[in-house]
């Protein structure tokens, strides 16, 4: 058997390493003391690669963990290994350009390697390895018993992801080991190996019927055509405006964010922190990694990384920093500490800013041009409120597009109003036999209700409540139920508004409805672009925001910060998978001004307690007129006089782009 030293193999050439006989045993000992029993293939393909930092500065130690262990080697495997290799030069001597600059060239050259010293043992796909998927047992029977609902398609994915991660007997398959590589998403086969399932039209409304076969099977029919042939028609619609409008609102992001200018080295030794709590859900799970590589807050107030190992932290309450906790923000810098680890992934005198707010937008804009790929429907509605109708309202069991008044609503005298301009076909209930039957979304689309008691003597008593009613861009519409209840009933003009006797209404029948759609990833980047930019909004002299008549969230309605955070990341990581949480926080940090409606202080607060969220506009207009220059409609903000009367303004990296030194005396 051969023996080696990691130490020894580390200084091989790349073709002495390939030149080692393969396959063959091997043991090899690390710089940790322990010896592994392998393959020499194991050493050429990604572990060598890996060590090569270490050649590079001979003090860092090799263990063991530097090794694929007999792993599938996947471009997922590589990475978090050069990671766990980056990692070992941390805090040593060593500039960090330097490192990433190697770890670039070692990820290039092992994918050289792998393509052209490895090629005779590529395999390819024939369609016997997609027929033998096709004719498993367990999947063929699935896709024989399916119905036409997405609880029945859903279960036939359910099989079809079983059987790809679980069934041995088909480890050997391309096709199953194209997807355990990565190489080829689950949702991809599902809809080549089940169901089709539901598309939508270009308006994103879902097709009532839902497309029963798959692409290994075929599309046999002309109407499954037909639909599926929006999905290019989708493609082809988004990648013209809706890029460019993804793009433009990256370009406003950067504009705003480039204030946070600089990683300071250290700690700031703030004593801010949020506080968040974890459940066990599956939205809790994805926070939980959308943390990892920030900073938890010990009970003695000494910070410790939040690594991905960190598991334990699921279902429990956690205290972190962020940049929104940062000493160093009025100076528009942010401490390594509370930009989290990946302020080492920062080269020198790069601005942070800049590095989150493209951190958000860019998948953000591949995900839009990627619409023909993406194109997957798997649940048409959450099955969880926004948060502003949990206390009124509960999502029926088995039907996420229905909602009820909550269980024990007193309805006795309660009244509930909408606007007459969202419901402005209303009258045309009394002209049918079944309301019901009609379509509901042409009846009424809805952005809020307002509910209320009324005494015997028609007095309202205490004051209405509203509550907005929309979900993921949707506006919700009066449910067939509660139609067939005001023909039977009326209802009362109020004002420019509707309102309706619920005395007699049934808990236990649905009152709102929401059109079968589906968010498109163009109206999801709107809806971030609205919640972060927070143009459309206008504040009182209290900073409480003014009627609207608008129903999208935005951040200058938060005062509390952890909670604009926790929805930030809602809203935000529900569509885009993966953008870490110390990002977000930059950019939220990026929309706060210290006191600017009073003081007019446009500077960044030092503190998660301090200062106020504005709209991108105010913050445009009132920092660095360098910045103004860059943006849109410029004549606005320099024709305007009160430009002129503000002396106090933030600077920018903009302005050495346009300062012109003042001449010199003669």
């Given amino acids: 058997m051969l023996k080696y030293h990691v130490r020894d193999l580390m200084f091989y050439t790349e073709d002495e390493i ?53 792993k599938v080697f996947t471009d997922k495997l590589f990475r978090d290994l050069l990671w766990d290799a980056i990692e070992a030069t ?20 092992s994918y050289n390697a792998i393509v052209n010293r490895a ?44 059987v790809f991660k679980n069934d041995k007997s088909m480890a050997d398959n391309v096709v199953v080991a194209t997807v ?116 938890q807050v010990m009970p003695d107030g000494k910070p410790r990384e939040i690594l991905k190992t960190d598991t334990h932290l699921i279902g429990t309450t956690v205290n972190f920093r962020s940049a929104l906790c940062c000493h160093e923000a009025p100076k528009q810098g942010v401490c390594e500490v509370c930009y989290g680890i990946t302020s080492y992934g920062i080269p020198y005198d790069t601005n942070p800013g800049h590095v989150s707010s493209t951190s958000i937008n860019e998948p953000a804009t591949q995900t ?18 926004p948060r ?42 009394n002209y049918v036999s079944n309301p019901g039957a009609t379509d509901v979304a042409k009846i009424s689309g809805l952005s809020n209700v307002q509910f209320f008691y009324i005494d015997d003597d028609d007095h309202v008593i205490g004051k209405p409540v509203s509550v907005q009613v929309v979900r993921k861009n949707i506006q919700a519409s009066l449910s067939p ?74 951040l200058v309605k938060y005062r509390d910060v952890d909670l604009a955070l926790r929805d930030a990341f809602h809203i935000i990581c529900d569509k885009l998978k993966g953008i870490h949480l110390g990002h977000i926080a930059t950019v939220l940090l990026a929309s706060r001004a210290l006191d600017p409606y009073i003081a007019g202080d446009w ?15 105010d913050l445009i207009r009132h920092r660095s007129l360098s910045t103004a220059v860059l943006f849109e409609r410029q004549f606005e903000i320099f024709d305007d006089p009160d430009s002129y009367l503000q002396t106090k303004r933030v600077s920018t990296i903009q302005d050495e782009l346009l300062f012109i030194p003042p001449a010199a005396k003669e």
């Avoid at 190996?193 to 029963?212: H, L």
């Fill in 18 to 70: 390939w030149a080692i006989e393969k396959p063959a045993r091997c043991e090899i000992t690390f710089d940790d003391g322990i010896t592994l029993e392998t393959d020499t293939v194991n050493i050429m393909i990604g572990s060598w690669y890996l060590w090569q930092i270490a050649s590079a500065w001979p003090e860092i130690n090799v263990t063991s963990k530097l090794f694929i262990h007999d």
């Fill in 90 to 109: 941390m805090g040593m001597n060593v500039p960090k350009e330097d490192v990433w600059f190697l770890a670039q060239d070692l990820y290039n050259k």
């Fill in 368 to 385: 839009i041009i990627s619409t023909k790929h993406l194109d997957f429907i798997n649940q048409t509605f959450a099955k969880f409120l």
């Fill in 603 to 617: 500077s960044l607060p030092g503190s998660k307690y301090e200062g106020y969220f504005c709209s991108h506009d």
């Fill in 481 to 554: 139920h509660l139609l067939s209840y005001l023909k039977l009933n009326s209802w009362k003009n109020e004002g420019n508004r509707y309102a309706f006797d619920l005395s007699s209404w049934r808990l236990e029948h649905p009152i709102l409805v929401y059109q079968n759609k589906h968010e498109n990833m163009v109206a999801a980047v709107s809806r971030i672009e609205t919640f972060i930019r927070s143009c459309r909004a206008k504040l009182n002299e209290d900073m409480t925001p003014k009627a609207i008549g608008r129903h999208e969230p935005m």
């Fill in 180 to 295: 355990s590589y990565g190489t080829v998403k689950m949702a991809q086969v599902h809809q080549s190996f089940g169901p089709r399932g539901p598309n939508t039209d270009i308006d994103s409304v879902i097709y009532s019927n839902p497309i029963m076969r798959g692409y290994s099977h075929g599309l046999a029919t002309l109407d499954a055509f037909a639909m599926e042939s929006r999905s290019a028609a989708k493609a082809q619609l988004f990648n013209k405006d809706p890029v460019a409008d993804a793009e433009y609102f990256n370009r406003k992001m950067q504009l705003v964010c480039a204030i946070v200018r600089k990683i300071v080295p250290g700690d700031c030794g703030t004593r801010d922190y949020h506080t968040f709590e974890l459940g066990n859900d599956a939205t809790s799970k994805r926070l939980f990694e959308s943390m990892v590589g920030l900073y």
């Fill in 119 to 162: 090629s005779r043992f590529i395999s390819s796909l024939s369609y016997k390895n997609i027929y033998e998927v096709v004719k498993h047992p367990r999947i063929a029977e699935a896709n024989a018993n399916v119905q036409p609902n997405q609880e029945s398609i859903n279960g036939v994915y359910d099989v079809i992801t079983d």
């Fill in 388 to 429: 502003e109708m949990e206390s009124h309202f509960v999502v029926s069991k088995g039907h996420p597009e229905h909602i009820l008044l909550k269980s024990g609503t007193v309805t006795k005298r309660l009244i509930m109003t909408i606007a007459q301009n969202e419901a402005t076909s209303l009258v045309d209930i």
